[in-house]
């Protein structure tokens, strides 16, 4: 009998069991570093099961979604001026919203969708925007309660960028959270702790365009599998809430409609890659 001495253990195990390809390897856009986190498709319970949200966030529905790669972080404006160049997010209150790591914001849903083409063009991947059913399934990360992190409010600044005290000593009308998260616009994508998918920023920071046209009954009007509503409307949707946004605009199920054509310095998006 040969004895394997430890350093031959490496090598042994390399030939006899050979690595295969981890399918959940984030995937690296080459043109602009966007780095891409496979989510496992399955079944979730979408809507509003709390009881917390808005009539056009029922009936809670099961949604089933396949799989399909999300970006881990929000577009960034270096990232998007590799597509458009001249692009500036702006200001609030004399704030910079433009900065490198920042999310790009005053993006329309016209303007998302053509950054997505452009950069499938420039890759030979597929690239868009999330179907809200999958936005939701993502931000969820397996959870049932009002956000990823549960359903106290208070405890939102360890993961999401949100209007919160110090907010609210220079907005004192606005409705805050009891926290504080230290930024007073928009923070630097991964920032806050990441969801249970390893995602950052899908609450708070900036609200993100979904590809499905806006309805407040599209919850009984949609399929169980794949749902994403695609029929006459003028507004189209968006998620997540942003960091002036109090708690009840920061919940998984929360949704608004806007304007295609509309940009706004809370609104930025996150791309959806495709599985191969």
Known sequence: MTLKTPSMLPILLLFACPVAANAETPYVDPSTGMEFVLVKGGCFQMG???GDGDPNERPVHEACV???YLGRNEVTNEQFKKFKPQHNSGTSEGASLDDARQPVVNVSWEEATAFAGWLSRQS????RLPTEAEWEYAARAGSSQ????GNNPDEACKYANVADMAAKKLRPKWTTFYCDDTFAVSAPVGSFMANGYGLHDMLGNVWEWCEDVYNSEAYIKL???NPEYAGSGEYRVMRGGGWSNGPLGIRSSHRVG?????GHHALGLRLVKSVK
């Open 48 to 50: 509003d099961s709390v």
């Open 66 to 68: 396949a799989d399909f």
């Open 124 to 127: 030979g991947q597929t690239y």
């Open 146 to 149: 009002s956000r990823f992190w």
């Open 223 to 225: 399929p169980k599998d």
């Open 258 to 262: 806007l304007s295609p054509d509309f």
